[in-house]
């Protein structure tokens, strides 16, 4: 998974498929910047996906606080070049099932500290 953000505007794009030259995608007269996941907690707020494995799903929550200027926007799971996005609004808890797939990647993106990513086992 590709995620580009604009720094002027805040725009952000999920990149479904990339082109192999170097133009990038632009926003704002300029080229957009890709975020790389993080995957290793160090403040009080926890933002890496943990999951629990119950049968043949995965319960994904991220134990983040969802205040009006800082929560968790959106869970993903991406395998086999796809991915399944779940969105949250304020007051909902960032939780969701996904099916267990071995070997997909979770990530979770919190609008103060952007994108985090754990990987399925």
């Not at 707020?45 to 200027?69: L, Q, R, W």
């Not at 395998?79 to 979770?108: H, M, Q, W």
């Amino acid at each position: 998974m590709k995620v580009l953000l604009c720094k002027s505007c805040g725009a952000r794009v999920i990149v479904d498929k990339d082109c192999n030259c170097p133009c990038g995608i632009v926003c704002c007269d300029e080229k957009m910047m890709e975020l790389k996941p993080n995957s290793v907690d160090a403040a009080i707020e926890k933002h890496v996906p943990e999951y629990t494995i119950n049968g043949d799903n995965i319960e994904v929550v991220v134990n983040h606080v969802m205040e009006d200027d800082h929560y968790i926007e959106w869970i993903a799971m991406e395998v086999d070049n796809k991915l399944y996005k779940v969105d949250f609004k304020l007051g909902e808890e960032p939780k969701t099932l996904f099916n267990y797939i071995p070997g997909s990647t979770l990530y979770a993106y919190c609008n103060k500290h952007l994108l985090w990513k754990k990987d399925v086992e």
